[in-house]
């Protein structure tokens, strides 16, 4: 991918069963079978890189770790389908600028998330929880520092992966009774 080119899918995107020749729908990351989450999670950091070159944004907006933070990765990935469909081939020749309206509103939504989030340029904590009265509070573990940004995305990448494949072995797996 050229940085400060377009946001080009590589050969391993552009491929294989999760090949997107038509409207995107959207990524339900709760639902993904550990390869279309291998696929997505991938897809969506190509993007990500590209959105934050392409348009100078800070850390503020997009943070290196948003991965690790739900509430950033449902945002970024709903900003990255409604790109996809603005710019597929069949949209609206005005679908460019709904986006880029959209994106605007986003980019606020996306700054509140990154303060509340406690992610930085070079290290992360788990978002802060709010405990409700009768809760159980659970101890939120202590920030940390990330010096291979890239190292970790896909660290995180294969433990999510092995993740999934273990609860779809669980589910495939017969009843024993």
Same mark, same amino acid.
């Given at each position: 991918?050229? %940085?400060?080119?377009g ?5 391993e995107? =552009?491929?294989? %069963?999760f090949?997107?020749?038509d409207?995107p ?5 709760n639902?993904?079978l !550990?390869?279309? !989450? ?5 897809d969506?950091? *190509?993007w ?5 070159t =392409?348009?100078?944004?800070s850390?503020? &907006? ?6 690790l933070?739900?509430?950033l ?5 709903a900003?990255?389908t409604?790109?996809?469909?603005c710019?597929?081939?069949?949209? =609206? ?7 880029r309206?959209d994106?605007?509103d +986003? ?6 998330w990154?303060? &509340? =989030?406690?992610?930085r340029l070079d290290?992360?904590?788990? +978002?802060?929880v709010?405990?409700?009265p009768?809760?159980t ?8 520092t990330?010096?291979d940004r890239?190292g970790?995305f896909?660290?995180?990448v294969r ?6 494949r *273990?609860?779809? !072995?669980s589910v495939n797996?017969?009843?024993?009774g």
């Amino acid at each position: 991918m050229d %940085p400060y080119g377009g946001y080009e899918a590589t050969e391993e995107s =552009s491929s294989g %069963p999760f090949q997107r020749d038509d409207l995107p729908g959207a990524v339900n990351w709760n639902l993904l079978l !550990a390869d279309e !989450a291998d696929y997505e999670w991938h897809d969506l950091d *190509r993007w990500v890189k590209w959105l934050k070159t =392409s348009h100078g944004l800070s850390p503020s &907006i997009v943070p290196p770790f948003y991965y690790l933070h739900d509430e950033l990765v449902w945002e970024l990935s709903a900003l990255h389908t409604h790109w996809l469909s603005c710019y597929h081939q069949t949209a =609206s020749p005005s679908a460019p600028i709904a986006w880029r309206r959209d994106f605007e509103d +986003t980019k606020h939504r996306l700054r509140d998330w990154v303060a &509340i =989030s406690g992610t930085r340029l070079d290290r992360d904590r788990p +978002t802060r929880v709010t405990f409700w009265p009768g809760e159980t509070p659970v101890v939120q573990p202590a920030e940390i520092t990330i010096q291979d940004r890239d190292g970790h995305f896909e660290e995180f990448v294969r433990q999510d992966v092995q993740r999934r494949r *273990r609860i779809e !072995a669980s589910v495939n797996s017969p009843l024993v009774g």
